[in-house]
């Protein structure tokens, strides 16, 4: 994100003086007098610039300090900003049409623009959180501490989801790279632990993840048996078990803001209507899968909230919006719900075809998914700002209220 910071009149004439009039610059009187000229016109602009001191760069002002220190992100390809382009795996997006209107170009989101939680760094007055691989082999500088984003498309809670596809970094191994940047990477932009236990508090946690633990394993019977070792049942209570281990994990290493979102109406997606047989306008045996886990979710949430001091673990409550806005698509300003907005392969199943940007739907913002699986920018929009301001989708607060929670 564009961040511009404005020095007061006075700071900024006080600073341009002392440089021009610094002992490495020898000026004769002549000089002066022209320099006198150009002091003026400097502090004539800086002042504008003070009068233009709180216009707004999108949903922040310039000056504004940051809702919360930093933005921690998990999940899968619903977040993920550029992880898999480092990884040999088939699930890229680093590519055109993806990223077709975003203001970088193809950074590896899987959409045409901005993610969920892109629209809620800009919410919180954060830079977007950069991928973590690419920063692996760097040393991060003071700036780059607003946030990490560590999350993976194709992969899921279970570590063996999304094998088939290639190489990618499934939750379990999300965290443990969280522990190696708190334990090697951030202490040394602290001077002590308290700062740093500080900063990880204060900080914000999003997670998006469990929806390829179906896609890319349970209904997935060509590549995965685990429908044949589990009922649905006994399958959703696997991954929230292991989904709570990780939470635990990530509350004893330092967090305490986390919001986790539900899975989404997976039977919607453009990948399960055009591939198996259902009526309507969704595979609803595939949404009663997604709603057996959130069922489970959101009691596990809150006892992780009632047993771990300090902490609040909010409910991602978005299955119903996403469900709501396919079956209802004018009621959110959309005018088709059902089929992919880029030219995708299989018919409109899967992820876009490369470099045909030319082909993508010259309307995005009426489309409600992008690709095969994921949504429009649009879309994400919508879930972060109700997330962010309102209180039927981020539970029992949201998000604002959650930062500004001591």
């Known amino acids: ?31 002066k007098g022209k320099m ?29 300090r940051p809702l919360a220190p930093a933005l921690y992100v998990f999940g899968d390809s619903l977040f993920d900003s550029g992880n898999n382009n480092l990884l040999p795996t088939l699930a890229k997006a680093d590519f055109l049409p ?6 970088r170009g193809p950074t590896g989101r899987f959409t045409n623009g901005k993610t969920v939680v892109d629209f809620i760094a800009e919410f919180l007055g954060l830079p977007y959180s950069p991928p973590y691989l690419s920063l692996i082999q760097r040393v991060l500088h003071p700036e780059q501490l607003t946030g990490l984003n560590f999350a993976s498309g194709a992969c899921g809670i279970l570590p063996e989801t999304g094998n088939d596809l290639g190489r990618c970094l499934n939750f379990p191994e999300q965290i443990d ?33 469990g929806s390829n633990d179906y896609i890319n394993n349970y209904l997935d019977k060509k ?35 986390v919001i986790m979102f539900e899975i989404g109406p997976i039977g919607c997606i453009p990948s399960s209507t055009r591939q198996f047989k259902h009526n309507g306008r969704c595979v609803e045996e595939f949404n009663e899968l997604a709603v057996m886990f959130n069922d489970y979710l959101a009691p596990m949430l809150v006892n992780l909230t009632s047993n771990l001091q300090g902490s609040s673990f909010v409910l991602g409550h978005g299955h119903w919006l996403g469900y709501d806005a396919v079956t209802h698509p004018s009621k959110y300003d959309l005018s088709d719900s059902m089929n992919a907005c880029c030219v995708t392969w299989l018919n409109g199943t899967s992820g876009c075809i490369p470099e045909l940007g030319a082909l993508a739907c010259r309307d995005p913002d009426k489309h409600y998914f992008w690709d095969g699986y994921h949504l429009t920018e649009t879309v994400y929009r919508t879930i972060a700002s109700l997330c962010f301001n309102g209180s039927s989708v981020c539970i029992p607060k949201n998000i604002k209220d959650l930062v500004l929670q001591v």
């Not at 002091?39 to 009068?51: D, P, S, V, Y």
């Not at 993806?98 to 203001?103: E, K, L, S």
């Not at 202490?187 to 700062?195: A, F, Q």
Request: cysteine-free; aromatic content about 12%.
């Open 1 to 31: 994100m564009l961040r511009v910071y404005i020095l007061s009149p006075i700071s900024a004439f006080t600073t341009l003086l002392s440089f021009f009039t610094s002992q490495e610059l020898k000026i004769n009187l002549k000089e």
């Open 36 to 64: 006198n000229k150009v002091m003026i016109m400097i502090l004539m602009m800086a002042t504008m610039m003070q009068l233009h001191n709180n216009v707004s760069l999108g949903d922040e002002t310039m000056n504004s």
């Open 98 to 103: 993806y990223g077709m209107n975003f203001d």
């Open 177 to 209: 790279f969280f522990e190696t940047a708190i334990e090697e990477e951030l202490p040394r932009h602290y001077l002590n632990s308290d700062d740093l236990s500080n900063h990880l508090a204060k900080s914000l946690y999003v997670i998006s993840v």
């Open 223 to 257: 590549h995965y048996d685990t429908s044949k070792r589990f009922s649905p049942q006994s399958f959703a209570k696997l991954l929230i078990d292991n989904l709570s281990q990780q939470l635990r994990r990530m509350y004893y290493l330092g967090a305490r803001k």
